[in-house]
């Protein structure tokens, strides 16, 4: 079963920047699309992108376009999140998440990682 792994959160100031990274061990990763959502304070999980499998397609949540890219290293097994020109909005905790199906639905996404905090102050 695949294992995924959250780094990179932290405490950053509005207009700053983060990368985000997610480890894949274990399992049967082929074929795999990636997601990353975020739960804000007192609030659901949202969707925030996706890439598919050969990195080749990718999508975002409106509110992230222009200052976030998802980008996979498969010699790596890593998923990232490159963050710029964050907001106070941005505050949530992101999860990544590994599914078999093209979509944005967090129902498709069967494995998810334990999370990590993004705080931006501002």
């Known amino acids: 079963q695949v294992h995924l792994v959250e780094s990179g959160g932290g405490l950053v100031q509005t207009g700053g920047s983060l990368r985000l990274s997610c480890a894949a061990s274990g399992g049967t990763q082929r074929g795999y699309v990636m997601g990353w959502f975020r739960q804000p304070p007192g609030e659901e999980r949202e969707f925030v992108a996706r890439i598919s499998w050969s990195g080749s397609n990718t999508d975002y949540a409106d509110s992230v376009k222009g200052r976030f890219t998802i980008s996979r290293d498969h010699a790596k097994n890593t998923v990232y999140l490159t963050m710029n020109s964050l907001k106070y909005e941005d505050t949530a905790v992101y999860y990544c998440?590994?599914?078999?199906?093209?979509?944005?639905?967090?129902?498709?996404?069967?494995?998810w990682g334990q999370g990590t905090q993004v705080t931006v102050s501002s």
């Open positions: 998440a590994a599914g078999s199906l093209w979509s944005a639905s967090e129902s498709v996404f069967h494995t």
